[in-house]
């Protein structure tokens, strides 16, 4: 009884000296209060308050100058401000501070917080960009500016130079996520203005952990309030809108996803009502977006795909993102891809160059978290495809339709699924007998049998269709 009270309190000294040592950042020499001047309001949220400054970090003042900042406030007066504060300096403090040396470029370097001589808490962070990626949205900027702050040279504008840099954006977006998963922090708020563009440093950094968790512990779960639906944006968030406990990981997936597909769809980027109005129709689909798109591709109502999606997705590069873009937006969280694994994909990994990252931790006492767990740690590695040998055998050709109901092109089922070419007329010659059809548009039918493909050349809106095929 003795030895395990003595543990107990050996315990819990530990802890709270833990604790100090992380709340006394303000008196350890990271921030001297009297080193900090608060310059311009850069803006000003529903919770909180932006302002620039400067941090003089050197103890000879004159000797260096000072360190452009980033301070934030909570709103006075504004029920809950302080505590979504106090989040956001925990949450930061774990991904950056508490880190072991395992920090992520893409996520804004939090130098800690300290008091004012007025009372108010300041949360500080190291500059790291002057715009975020809500401002491609605006027409502020555009993407060739993002593409030049990324560092990414987009030449004419094609479908190869398109993906170059979606899938930039992508990956950035993903990474940071990998990271904060795998330490147990849920982000919750994912869209184009959590993300600053750091010119620098050539990379997206993720900002505003105010309405984040974190799942780690079974004791603290710091912002978690249950099915309380906390800080959120609607045009971004998942169908269940708060944190499903079995797979809390997953929200922020779906959130990247439509955050990526506002950004690199011009129709999507261009018009907040029909970006809205997609996640409306896609909602009516059950969100089924795969049905979305190929009812809408098929309609005769009028109804067309947002602007650039046929020109984005109809190509072999484009039918990996879709792939792998549908996968994350499943409306089941436990079917969504971890960020890690989506990394590992052939759209973001082509070069076979990514290495694995670390998967987001079990949810304590979440025996499905657990099981899902242990599966994800014990599958095999899946063999990458270089990406010259997985491109090499594709090709698209666009086929002119008759305009009689029979087509120029005939196909029969695979005995391992799919159509391929039985017949056709093509002047070009490019298309030969036995090659495997993928996608007709933007819609996959790698796995589709003949009478679904006839379906869609018939139904087919349009005078020629975009055809993409595998070479066997």
Known sequence: ???????????????????????????????????????????????????????????????????????????????LAAAYLETEAYVNRRLSLESNGRKCPYIAPYIGEYTTSEGTKQLVWAKS??????????????????ADALDIGRGEESATSQHTLAREILRQILTALSYAHSIGIVHR??????????EASHCLRLIDFGGACDLSSWLGRKGYRGRERGIRTLLYCPPEEFIEMEHPFAFDIYSAATTWLRLVVPGLRMSEDKFFNWRLAVRD?????????????????????????????????????????????????????????????????????????????????????????????????????LSDTFFASVYEIDVELSGSNEKNISFRDRPQGGVEVTDFEQKSGEIKAGDQLLEMGPIDVEEADTDHVLKILRFWPKPSIRLLFRRQ
């Open 1 to 79: 009884m003795v030895v395990t009270r003595r543990r107990s309190i050996i315990v819990f000294v530990a802890v709270l000296s833990r604790m100090c040592l992380v709340s006394g950042l303000a008196q350890n020499g990271k921030i001297r209060p009297e080193r900090i001047e608060l310059g311009d309001l850069i803006g000003s949220g529903e919770f909180g308050r932006v302002h620039w400054g400067n941090y003089c970090s050197s103890q000879k003042e004159g000797n260096a100058p000072p360190e452009r900042i980033v301070a934030k406030s909570a709103k006075p007066g504004v029920p």
């Open 189 to 198: 708020d994912i869209k184009p203005g959590a993300f600053l563009v750091d």
């Open 285 to 385: 689909k059950l969100h089924d977006i795969e049905e979305w798109q190929e009812n809408t591709a098929l309609s005769s109502l009028g109804e067309e795909l947002p602007d650039g999606w046929e020109e984005f997705f109809s190509c072999a590069e484009g039918r990996e993102a879709w792939r792998l873009i549908k996968t994350m937006l499943r409306y089941s969280p436990h079917q969504r891809p971890t960020a890690t694994d989506a990394l590992q994909g052939t759209y973001l990994n082509p070069d076979c160059s990514q290495d694995a990252g670390r998967e987001p931790p079990p949810v304590p006492w979440s025996l499905a978290s657990h099981l899902e767990s242990a599966a994800m740690l014990s599958r095999p590695a899946e063999e990458c495809i």
């Open 129 to 146: 960009g002057d715009w975020t990626l809500d401002e491609c949205l605006s027409g502020e900027k555009g993407l060739t500016q993002l």
